[in-house]
Protein backbone atom coordinates (compact mmCIF):
# COMPACT_ATOMS: atom_id res chain seq x y z
CA UNK A 1 0.00 0.00 0.00
CA UNK A 2 1.64 3.05 -0.65
CA UNK A 3 2.24 5.97 1.94
CA UNK A 4 1.80 9.47 2.09
CA UNK A 5 5.26 10.69 2.43
CA UNK A 6 6.24 14.33 4.01
CA UNK A 7 9.51 15.78 4.13
CA UNK A 8 10.62 18.82 5.57
CA UNK A 9 13.79 21.02 5.28
CA UNK A 10 15.19 24.60 6.68
CA UNK A 11 16.22 26.20 3.86
CA UNK A 12 17.36 30.06 5.31
CA UNK A 13 17.73 31.43 9.06
CA UNK A 14 17.74 35.26 9.78
CA UNK A 15 18.67 36.41 13.29
CA UNK A 16 14.44 36.67 13.73
CA UNK A 17 13.17 34.00 11.64
CA UNK A 18 13.17 30.45 10.33
CA UNK A 19 12.28 29.46 6.94
CA UNK A 20 10.60 25.42 6.92
CA UNK A 21 9.45 23.92 3.70
CA UNK A 22 7.29 21.23 3.94
CA UNK A 23 6.41 18.89 0.96
CA UNK A 24 3.81 15.94 1.39
CA UNK A 25 3.45 13.43 -1.64
CA UNK A 26 0.09 11.72 -1.94
CA UNK A 27 -0.76 8.39 -3.61
CA UNK A 28 -0.32 8.91 -7.23
CA UNK A 29 2.26 11.56 -7.18
CA UNK A 30 0.59 14.63 -6.35
CA UNK A 31 3.11 16.95 -4.56
CA UNK A 32 1.77 20.14 -2.26
CA UNK A 33 4.78 22.44 -0.92
CA UNK A 34 5.03 25.49 1.49
CA UNK A 35 7.36 27.25 3.13
CA UNK A 36 6.25 28.85 6.58
CA UNK A 37 8.13 31.70 8.31
CA UNK A 38 8.38 31.12 12.08
CA UNK A 39 10.13 33.84 14.25
CA UNK A 40 12.19 32.07 17.21
CA UNK A 41 9.49 32.90 19.45
CA UNK A 42 6.51 31.76 17.20
CA UNK A 43 5.20 28.62 19.50
CA UNK A 44 6.26 25.78 16.55
CA UNK A 45 9.53 26.25 18.17
CA UNK A 46 11.41 25.41 21.51
CA UNK A 47 13.47 28.64 22.51
CA UNK A 48 16.02 31.41 20.76
CA UNK A 49 18.10 28.33 21.60
CA UNK A 50 17.20 25.68 18.69
CA UNK A 51 14.99 24.57 16.22
CA UNK A 52 13.48 21.45 17.96
CA UNK A 53 9.55 21.11 17.51
CA UNK A 54 7.51 22.26 20.62
CA UNK A 55 5.19 19.84 20.17
CA UNK A 56 4.12 16.44 17.52
CA UNK A 57 0.54 18.57 18.07
CA UNK A 58 1.59 21.63 16.55
CA UNK A 59 3.51 19.67 13.24
CA UNK A 60 0.36 17.43 13.01
CA UNK A 61 -1.67 20.42 13.06
CA UNK A 62 0.36 22.28 10.36
CA UNK A 63 0.62 19.03 8.02
CA UNK A 64 -3.20 18.59 8.08
CA UNK A 65 -4.10 22.38 6.89
CA UNK A 66 -1.81 21.54 4.11
CA UNK A 67 -3.20 18.63 3.31
CA UNK A 68 -6.50 19.66 3.88
CA UNK A 69 -6.66 21.45 0.53
CA UNK A 70 -6.12 18.44 -1.68
CA UNK A 71 -8.64 16.27 0.33
CA UNK A 72 -11.96 16.03 -1.87
CA UNK A 73 -15.06 17.58 -0.70
CA UNK A 74 -17.56 15.15 0.25
CA UNK A 75 -21.35 14.92 0.95
CA UNK A 76 -23.01 14.28 4.06
CA UNK A 77 -24.88 10.74 3.56
CA UNK A 78 -27.81 9.10 5.40
CA UNK A 79 -26.32 6.46 7.30
CA UNK A 80 -24.42 9.03 8.75
CA UNK A 81 -27.20 11.40 9.51
CA UNK A 82 -28.97 7.53 11.24
CA UNK A 83 -26.04 7.56 13.15
CA UNK A 84 -26.21 11.28 14.28
CA UNK A 85 -29.95 11.13 15.39
CA UNK A 86 -29.60 8.22 17.38
CA UNK A 87 -26.72 9.41 19.00
CA UNK A 88 -28.50 13.07 19.83
CA UNK A 89 -31.97 10.79 21.29
CA UNK A 90 -29.58 8.99 23.72
CA UNK A 91 -28.16 12.68 24.91
CA UNK A 92 -31.36 14.41 24.58
CA UNK A 93 -32.65 11.30 26.75
CA UNK A 94 -29.68 11.78 29.30
CA UNK A 95 -30.35 14.81 29.79
CA UNK A 96 -34.23 14.55 30.75
CA UNK A 97 -32.57 12.04 33.56
CA UNK A 98 -30.63 14.77 34.97
CA UNK A 99 -33.83 17.72 34.62
CA UNK A 100 -36.17 14.83 36.13
CA UNK A 101 -33.50 14.13 39.10
CA UNK A 102 -33.26 10.09 37.96
CA UNK A 103 -29.63 11.53 37.93
CA UNK A 104 -27.77 14.63 38.84
CA UNK A 105 -28.29 17.54 37.47
CA UNK A 106 -24.94 19.11 36.80
CA UNK A 107 -22.45 16.63 35.22
CA UNK A 108 -19.77 18.40 38.01
CA UNK A 109 -21.83 16.40 41.20
CA UNK A 110 -21.04 12.90 39.88
CA UNK A 111 -17.26 13.77 40.51
CA UNK A 112 -16.62 16.32 43.75
CA UNK A 113 -13.27 16.00 43.54
CA UNK A 114 -13.65 17.76 40.15
CA UNK A 115 -16.59 19.96 41.15
CA UNK A 116 -14.30 21.18 43.68
CA UNK A 117 -11.46 22.66 41.25
CA UNK A 118 -14.17 24.40 39.73
CA UNK A 119 -15.66 25.93 42.23
CA UNK A 120 -12.37 27.74 42.92
CA UNK A 121 -11.71 29.24 39.49
CA UNK A 122 -10.57 25.89 37.47
CA UNK A 123 -12.31 25.41 33.87
CA UNK A 124 -12.68 21.75 33.14
CA UNK A 125 -13.32 20.59 29.58
CA UNK A 126 -13.43 16.46 29.39
CA UNK A 127 -14.37 13.95 26.44
CA UNK A 128 -18.04 12.53 27.88
CA UNK A 129 -17.46 9.00 28.47
CA UNK A 130 -13.91 9.36 28.39
CA UNK A 131 -12.68 9.35 24.97
CA UNK A 132 -13.84 11.58 21.60
CA UNK A 133 -14.12 11.23 18.72
CA UNK A 134 -16.90 8.61 18.20
CA UNK A 135 -16.40 7.22 15.02
CA UNK A 136 -19.98 6.53 13.03
CA UNK A 137 -20.33 5.47 9.37
CA UNK A 138 -18.79 7.86 7.50
CA UNK A 139 -18.28 10.62 10.46
CA UNK A 140 -17.22 11.08 13.27
CA UNK A 141 -19.09 12.27 16.47
CA UNK A 142 -17.25 15.04 18.97
CA UNK A 143 -18.59 14.90 22.57
CA UNK A 144 -17.14 17.20 24.99
CA UNK A 145 -18.09 18.58 28.25
CA UNK A 146 -16.92 21.78 30.48
CA UNK A 147 -17.92 23.47 33.57
CA UNK A 148 -16.99 26.80 34.63
CA UNK A 149 -18.07 28.75 38.01
CA UNK A 150 -19.11 32.29 38.14
CA UNK A 151 -18.56 34.04 41.63
CA UNK A 152 -21.12 36.25 42.81
CA UNK A 153 -23.51 35.88 39.78
CA UNK A 154 -27.19 34.64 39.92
CA UNK A 155 -29.05 32.53 37.87
CA UNK A 156 -30.73 35.49 36.24
CA UNK A 157 -27.24 37.28 35.96
CA UNK A 158 -26.07 34.02 33.49
CA UNK A 159 -29.06 33.81 31.52
CA UNK A 160 -29.51 37.51 30.32
CA UNK A 161 -25.64 37.02 28.78
CA UNK A 162 -26.39 33.60 27.61
CA UNK A 163 -29.82 35.32 25.78
CA UNK A 164 -28.07 38.04 24.08
CA UNK A 165 -27.69 36.55 21.20
CA UNK A 166 -26.61 39.59 19.30
CA UNK A 167 -23.75 40.38 20.99
CA UNK A 168 -22.26 37.25 21.30
CA UNK A 169 -20.05 38.16 18.31
CA UNK A 170 -18.71 40.69 21.21
CA UNK A 171 -18.47 37.63 24.05
CA UNK A 172 -16.94 35.20 22.10
CA UNK A 173 -14.91 36.63 19.84
CA UNK A 174 -13.01 35.76 17.75
CA UNK A 175 -14.53 32.46 17.47
CA UNK A 176 -17.81 34.27 16.46
CA UNK A 177 -17.70 36.79 13.86
CA UNK A 178 -21.41 37.61 13.59
CA UNK A 179 -24.51 36.70 15.51
CA UNK A 180 -28.47 37.28 14.87
CA UNK A 181 -31.66 37.06 16.04
CA UNK A 182 -33.45 35.33 13.28
CA UNK A 183 -36.85 34.81 15.32
CA UNK A 184 -37.84 34.76 18.87
CA UNK A 185 -40.83 33.79 21.22
CA UNK A 186 -40.93 33.02 24.23
CA UNK A 187 -38.30 30.19 25.48
CA UNK A 188 -37.44 29.70 21.99
CA UNK A 189 -35.64 31.26 19.38
CA UNK A 190 -33.72 30.86 16.08
CA UNK A 191 -30.09 32.48 16.08
CA UNK A 192 -27.95 32.24 13.07
CA UNK A 193 -24.36 32.15 13.72
CA UNK A 194 -20.91 32.97 11.64
CA UNK A 195 -18.09 31.19 13.37
CA UNK A 196 -14.47 31.20 11.95
CA UNK A 197 -11.61 29.54 12.98
CA UNK A 198 -8.38 30.27 11.72
CA UNK A 199 -5.15 28.44 12.16
CA UNK A 200 -1.59 29.27 9.77
CA UNK A 201 -2.73 30.07 6.36
CA UNK A 202 -6.10 28.39 6.74
CA UNK A 203 -9.16 29.96 7.69
CA UNK A 204 -12.55 27.83 8.01
CA UNK A 205 -15.57 29.28 8.19
CA UNK A 206 -18.99 27.99 9.42
CA UNK A 207 -22.68 29.43 8.81
CA UNK A 208 -25.27 27.66 11.33
CA UNK A 209 -28.56 28.48 11.83
CA UNK A 210 -29.63 27.02 14.96
CA UNK A 211 -32.85 26.69 17.36
CA UNK A 212 -32.65 27.38 20.80
CA UNK A 213 -34.87 26.29 23.40
CA UNK A 214 -34.77 27.41 27.20
CA UNK A 215 -35.85 25.79 30.14
CA UNK A 216 -36.14 27.18 34.08
CA UNK A 217 -36.71 24.42 35.99
CA UNK A 218 -37.04 26.45 39.35
CA UNK A 219 -35.67 29.01 40.87
CA UNK A 220 -32.11 27.94 41.06
CA UNK A 221 -31.65 25.89 37.77
CA UNK A 222 -32.34 26.13 33.96
CA UNK A 223 -31.12 24.65 31.01
CA UNK A 224 -31.49 25.04 26.88
CA UNK A 225 -30.87 22.95 24.37
CA UNK A 226 -29.23 23.92 20.86
CA UNK A 227 -29.71 22.53 17.67
CA UNK A 228 -28.48 23.11 14.16
CA UNK A 229 -31.34 23.81 11.49
CA UNK A 230 -28.77 24.32 8.75
CA UNK A 231 -25.32 24.45 8.33
CA UNK A 232 -23.11 26.15 5.46
CA UNK A 233 -19.34 26.18 5.11
CA UNK A 234 -18.23 28.98 3.39
CA UNK A 235 -15.40 28.55 0.96
CA UNK A 236 -12.55 31.09 0.45
CA UNK A 237 -13.51 32.82 3.56
CA UNK A 238 -12.91 36.40 3.76
CA UNK A 239 -11.75 37.24 -0.49
CA UNK A 240 -13.75 38.51 -3.12
CA UNK A 241 -15.07 35.11 -4.28
CA UNK A 242 -16.55 34.01 -0.78
CA UNK A 243 -19.71 31.71 -1.08
CA UNK A 244 -21.39 29.51 0.68
CA UNK A 245 -20.95 25.96 -0.26
CA UNK A 246 -24.60 23.59 -0.31
CA UNK A 247 -25.77 22.46 2.66
CA UNK A 248 -24.40 19.18 3.98
CA UNK A 249 -21.22 19.22 0.71
CA UNK A 250 -17.99 20.83 1.50
CA UNK A 251 -14.80 19.78 3.32
CA UNK A 252 -17.31 18.65 6.39
CA UNK A 253 -15.92 20.54 9.41
CA UNK A 254 -18.90 20.54 11.02
CA UNK A 255 -22.19 19.37 9.59
CA UNK A 256 -24.42 19.16 12.65
CA UNK A 257 -24.21 20.47 16.02
CA UNK A 258 -26.20 20.12 19.77
CA UNK A 259 -25.57 21.61 23.03
CA UNK A 260 -26.86 21.40 26.17
CA UNK A 261 -26.22 24.16 28.97
CA UNK A 262 -26.82 23.51 32.16
CA UNK A 263 -27.20 26.44 34.92
CA UNK A 264 -27.35 26.22 39.04
CA UNK A 265 -27.34 29.09 41.22
CA UNK A 266 -25.62 27.44 44.46
CA UNK A 267 -22.51 27.76 46.48
CA UNK A 268 -22.55 32.02 46.24
CA UNK A 269 -22.24 31.63 42.65
CA UNK A 270 -23.44 30.09 39.16
CA UNK A 271 -22.27 27.03 37.97
CA UNK A 272 -22.01 27.22 34.17
CA UNK A 273 -21.73 23.78 31.76
CA UNK A 274 -21.48 23.03 28.44
CA UNK A 275 -22.02 19.63 26.42
CA UNK A 276 -21.14 19.89 23.16
CA UNK A 277 -21.39 17.75 20.15
CA UNK A 278 -20.76 18.14 16.84
CA UNK A 279 -20.79 16.02 13.69
CA UNK A 280 -17.55 16.03 11.20
CA UNK A 281 -16.31 14.23 8.19
CA UNK A 282 -14.86 10.88 8.80
CA UNK A 283 -10.84 10.62 8.76
CA UNK A 284 -9.51 9.07 5.53
CA UNK A 285 -7.18 6.57 6.03
CA UNK A 286 -4.41 8.06 4.86
CA UNK A 287 -4.92 11.48 7.12
CA UNK A 288 -5.77 9.72 10.32
CA UNK A 289 -2.26 10.17 12.03
CA UNK A 290 -2.31 14.12 11.36
CA UNK A 291 -6.01 14.60 11.27
CA UNK A 292 -6.87 12.65 15.01
CA UNK A 293 -4.57 15.07 17.17
CA UNK A 294 -6.77 17.84 15.83
CA UNK A 295 -9.39 15.91 15.95
CA UNK A 296 -9.50 15.69 19.73
CA UNK A 297 -7.61 19.21 20.55
CA UNK A 298 -9.43 21.30 18.83
CA UNK A 299 -13.07 20.78 20.50
CA UNK A 300 -11.17 20.61 23.90
CA UNK A 301 -10.33 24.29 23.63
CA UNK A 302 -13.60 25.73 21.61
CA UNK A 303 -15.55 24.46 25.22
CA UNK A 304 -12.76 25.90 27.19
CA UNK A 305 -13.00 29.37 25.60
CA UNK A 306 -16.68 29.37 25.32
CA UNK A 307 -16.74 29.03 29.44
CA UNK A 308 -14.03 31.38 29.98
CA UNK A 309 -15.47 33.76 27.50
CA UNK A 310 -18.84 33.50 29.40
CA UNK A 311 -17.37 33.80 33.28
CA UNK A 312 -16.01 37.01 31.53
CA UNK A 313 -18.89 38.57 29.97
CA UNK A 314 -21.41 37.55 32.89
CA UNK A 315 -18.55 39.12 35.60
CA UNK A 316 -18.28 41.99 33.17
CA UNK A 317 -22.32 42.70 33.12
CA UNK A 318 -22.61 42.65 37.15
CA UNK A 319 -19.98 44.77 37.78
CA UNK A 320 -21.02 47.36 35.21
CA UNK A 321 -24.82 46.68 37.08
CA UNK A 322 -23.08 47.37 40.33
CA UNK A 323 -21.72 50.16 39.64
CA UNK A 324 -24.79 52.04 38.35
CA UNK A 325 -26.46 50.70 41.65
CA UNK A 326 -24.51 52.03 43.56
CA UNK A 327 -24.03 55.45 41.39
CA UNK A 328 -28.18 55.76 41.89
CA UNK A 329 -27.91 55.12 45.76
CA UNK A 330 -25.19 57.67 46.00
CA UNK A 331 -26.60 60.14 43.65
CA UNK A 332 -30.06 59.72 46.36
CA UNK A 333 -28.00 59.75 49.34
CA UNK A 334 -29.24 55.86 50.12
CA UNK A 335 -25.37 54.96 49.77
CA UNK A 336 -23.94 54.98 53.39
CA UNK A 337 -20.64 57.05 52.65
CA UNK A 338 -18.85 54.57 54.93
CA UNK A 339 -19.86 51.68 53.75
CA UNK A 340 -16.91 49.33 52.58
CA UNK A 341 -14.45 50.85 55.04
CA UNK A 342 -13.13 48.83 57.69
CA UNK A 343 -14.56 48.97 61.05
CA UNK A 344 -12.71 50.56 63.95
Known sequence: MELLQVSTAITGKTTKSTFLNVAIRWPGGAVARTTSTAGRQSPLFHSPEGLEPKSPLKIAILLFLLAAPVMKATELRPETIQAWDAYVRQ??????????????????????????????????????????????????????????????????????????????????????????????????????LLMVQKAYSVTAAVEADDEIQTIRVNADRAYSLSASLCVHEIADYGKSNEHALPEDHGPGYVWRTFTVTRLEQRDGGTYVEIEMIALSRGIPWGFRWLMQPLAEHLPRNTVAAMLEDTREAVGQEVSVRSGATRAILDASGAWPKDRGKASR
Open 91 to 192: AQARTEQRVTGRAPFLWLDETPELRERVRVGEVVAEPEGGESPHAVAHGLIHHWIGAVFVPNAKLDDVMSVLNEYERYKDFYRPLVVDSRLIEGAPNRESVR
